[in-house]
């Protein structure tokens, strides 16, 4: 085992189970930084034996506590004494040492070691307490400054200038070599983390990518909405890659049933609530055979709620949808909290939806089945409440369901396809720099 593995052991023993990377690497630069030190220690004791007592004494005393408290910190796994000791003394020691030698130039500038001690609150502990031990620097600093002359005059040590030398160099080559330590462990540091970072960025966006691929599979294909829907036209804006909203279509012998619904949030969580309502719907349908589109609600909101009563936290997930099912020239609907459309005659008629979700809800009463006869050119909407409720314009205002009821009156004279393209437009017109906040689903169908 070499040196550096056994140095690795020795600070790794001192870490708990709970520590993070960012306490991990201080208690290791800590441990780093303190332990050549305390050699260092025992080096100037040495030397400043021959020029003063307690010069000597102080550098050996630094030395064997920091050891003792390396010691402790590992074996207790507890670096609080060791850190706090060691800021007390990096800032007291230098001081002391430079009264005790005769003054600022005879220590060799010695206490300037102490500019150390708010630099390493600032790493090891927070901004808020690196400020107090820089405000303790420079007190002991002025200190220094105003006591240097009668220190001068008390000691009158008259150092050879060989040995004032090489105290400048050991002072100012230690202070240079810990910022240089600690800098480039936290520069290594950060570039580690970036690398973590980037490497987990990728696979989360792969995740994404692949349950979009997922949400896609679960959508029905161009070629069966362009066979049963002909002239019709479906917007479908998620916020993210994968969205909360989604549009279902389910072809069967009594009738064309089609439906745009609007889970509980978006994103990720959004589309895996999506995908439960998505397969709710259609064992409604294949499963049980229903027909009507309020009884088909009915059993989707059933078995929404057994799905999720599985989990041993309430969950309070959903979704709002408009259902309709045409056959011939009548549309049957039902709705979860969105509202059915259909303009006739440049004239907007609404069918309300019950107000109450698919999914757990205070009280849950039976949806209601609206039927309605329709003539040649009649324009069927439903949608999810991302169109309306997207914030834009001058003032930074939501677009309304108002001013919604009035765009597609607008545009009553233009095709289905286009009518897609001009809402479209009207939307990322009306957001202009801002987020999208929601997902967005319309469908759009003529008679």
Not at 71 to 87: C, D, G, I, M, P
Not at 257 to 263: E, G, K, R
Not at 281 to 295: C, D, H, I, W
Not at 386 to 404: N, P, V
């Amino acid at each position: 085992m070499t040196l550096k593995d056994r140095y690795t052991r020795i600070v790794e023993s001192g870490f708990l189970s709970t520590d993070n990377s960012d306490l991990r690497l201080k208690k290791s630069l800590m441990t780093m930084l303190a332990f050549p030190f305390s050699m260092v220690g025992f080096v100037w004791g040495g030397m400043f034996f021959s020029k003063s007592l307690i010069a000597g004494i102080l550098p050996l005393f630094y030395g064997f506590w920091t050891l003792s408290t390396i010691y402790h910190a590992v074996r207790t796994k507890n670096f609080n004494l060791f850190r706090s000791s060691q800021v007390f003394l990096i800032i007291l020691l230098p001081f002391l040492v430079q009264l005790s030698l005769g003054g600022f130039a005879q220590s060799g500038s010695v206490v300037l070691l102490s500019s150390i001690s708010p630099f390493a609150a600032l790493v090891f502990f927070n901004v808020k307490t690196s400020r107090i031990w820089f405000a303790a620097f420079i007190a002991v600093l002025s200190a220094s400054y105003f006591l240097d002359e009668i220190v001068i005059a008390f000691y009158n040590n008259n150092f050879d200038t060989a040995f004032i030398k090489v105290m400048y160099f050991m002072n100012a080559f230690c202070i240079g070599f810990i910022i240089y330590i600690v800098q480039a462990s936290f520069v290594t540091n950060q570039t580690e983390l970036k690398r973590i970072v980037e490497h987990r960025n990728i696979e989360i966006t792969d995740s994404i990518k692949y349950a979009k691929r997922i949400q896609s599979a679960i959508l029905p294909p161009d070629k069966l909405i362009r066979e049963h829907l002909m002239n019709s036209f479906i917007l479908y804006k998620p916020k993210d890659v994968v969205s909360g909203d989604f549009y279902w279509i389910e072809p069967t012998d009594n009738g064309i049933f089609f439906a745009a619904a609007d889970c509980t949030g978006h994103g990720v969580p959004g589309a895996m609530v999506s995908v439960i309502c998505n397969g709710a719907l259609n064992r409604s349908v294949r499963e049980f055979g229903l027909s009507a589109p309020g009884e088909i609600l009915n059993k989707t909101r059933e078995l929404v709620i057994k799905e999720f009563e599985k989990s041993e936290e309430e969950v309070q997930d959903g979704m709002d949808i408009a259902l309709c099912k045409l056959k011939n020239t009548t549309l049957f609907y039902s709705g979860a909290n969105n509202p059915l459309w259909i303009i006739r005659d440049s004239e907007l008629i609404e069918t309300k939806a019950d107000k109450q979700p698919i999914g757990r809800y205070d009280k849950n009463a039976p949806f209601t089945t609206h039927t309605i006869e329709l003539q040649k050119g009649d324009s069927i909407y439903i949608f999810s409440d991302g169109y309306s409720d997207q914030f834009g314009g001058e003032k930074g205002k939501k677009f309304k369901s108002k001013a919604f009821r009035q765009l597609l009156l607008s545009i009553q004279d233009k095709t289905m396809e286009d009518q897609r393209i001009l809402i479209d437009e009207a939307f990322e017109t009306w957001r202009g720099n801002l987020e999208q906040i929601d997902d967005v689903c319309v469908i759009g169908v003529r008679i």
